[in-house]
């Protein structure tokens, strides 16, 4: 292993924030010492419980996500927070917001806040979100959270990936809302109601009782539902708990290796889909070849399906094996 | 040609509901034939104006959609929607909300609804997205509208590969929807305030001509803002012709193909990625070799990077012929 990535594997696992900071923004902007970073960092994983929390926009996510952190801080457990935030450059909103977060943590060394921005990630978002978990596993965090807007399915595969999901829903937010609660319904561990202060906050939950029993959960679990004034930090130390006792009932039947086990075949699908079109664009499709197809196409003069399936062939080594036969 | 694709295709060209369904559930299933009925589709495409329409949950979209469909078959054009739905099949909601939809439209046969399931098309649904609007562009519709929640980055990847994006968004809504608006502001080439008899319609005007003064687009085209109130079908000629009038301006500087070719450039790719892994998987990775390293990697027996490394440097034939040097 080169000598540089081993000393910043070194201060990663030594608290140095810093070096930290430079790691994520590494991965976010997908630069080549990536991929040995996280290879080096690899080893000094798997220790951290990685908590994903998704819900509607306005649902609370951040105040809630904030309030949870500081009880694991109470508890003694260092936290750090990966934010899915689809500000735009535009703004800066998102730098600024972390700096704003972290203020509210008085500087404990023992929180990390990092956004990262959903744009310029085709496809590769999840995967991003999941390296940076990893790199903030492997700095020692013993819980990391990941907090998405549970809306897109880039955004629900993200969260769908951790230890344990919580999904965030808050009473009296129309008809579409509703929705969208229906089609996260399956990847929740844990439910909660915030803002539950508000009116509407039974008919929540009656909702989510009736779509439970339409439908069992394969491991059995019944995901409880936990309700929360995030605003006034009601509900987080009962939140804690709820988390507390998945982990138990996973452990108990011995189904965290199980879902790990699960996770990580989808990201591995998600990293081959990405390192081989690297490869492919690496070494057999230039840019101008690239162009010059997209032009033939869009000016129909060639079909993209057999175009693609020609281009796929002419890359797997399989085809020249089969041409020798 | 296989003869029964062939016959299908027909089919689908001379108006046959039941061929066309047909057709996109082939596609939204990945069935085998899909690939084939694509290629013969292909040839028959490009005549139709992609409209991508986005917009925050409860924005009203898909009844904005339905009165810009009105208009257009007013105009004598015909229309083909659709819809990318979060719903979970738990409820059943995609297919009956499409029945209700179409009812409205007192069984038009110039006007098409179809609602696409979120779930299950880790990384691949903007491809099965736009796959359905080339079906329906060769059915003959004149008029291809796709319809998201724009809140995730897949759902925005979805209308930015329109020939025309509209956002849509709604006075009041809060900060965190401000936020999101922030994040679709550059793909946006028409901007409509839906529920603009709301208090703050103009304040959210104000809102975008100012971060419009911030960044000029590199076509110096500048969005205009259309205000509706979809639920009394306010609006929806002003959005008609503010369309039109971007196509005019297409047309004027010779970028509707520009903006295709650098469209098809990104569908090229997300094709590219997605049959790359599925030759990987049919010829090279078992299901039972997957898994196997799945758990390797979740017992921290493997690091991934490395292990993606090697299995993408086994595939590339470009790998083989530098073993051969």
Redesign the interface.
Known sequence: MNEAIQSWVERIRGGDVRALSRAISTIEDQRPEA?AL??AL??H??RARVIGMTG???AGKSTLVDHLAREYRSQGRTVGIVAV????P??G?AILGDRIRMQAHHADSGIYIRSMA??G???G?ARATTDVATVLDASGKDIVMVET?G???????IVRLADVTVVILVPG?????Q??K?????IADIFVINKSDREGADRVHREIRA?QS??ARKDAWTPPVIKTVASEGKGSVELAAAIAGYEKFLAQKDLL?KK??????????????????Q??LT???SETE??H???E????RR???????E??????????ESKNQ
Do not use: C
């Open positions: 991929v996280l290879k690899f080893p994983t798997g509607a926009p306005g935030d689809p500000t735009s535009y703004t909103g959903t744009r990630f085709l496809g978002l807007v809306v897109g399915q880039d955004e629900i595969d937010m129309g008809d579409d809302v929705t969208i229906a089609g996260i319904m399956e779509m339409l439908a290796l790990k086990i699960s996770n990580w075949r989808e990201r591995l699908l998600e990293m081959l889909r990405e390192s081989l079109l490869r492919l070494e057999r499709l690239l162009s197809l997209a032009a196409v869009a000016g129909h079909d993209p399906y057999s175009a693609v399936e281009i796929v062939a002419s890359f797997s080594s399989a085809e020249l």
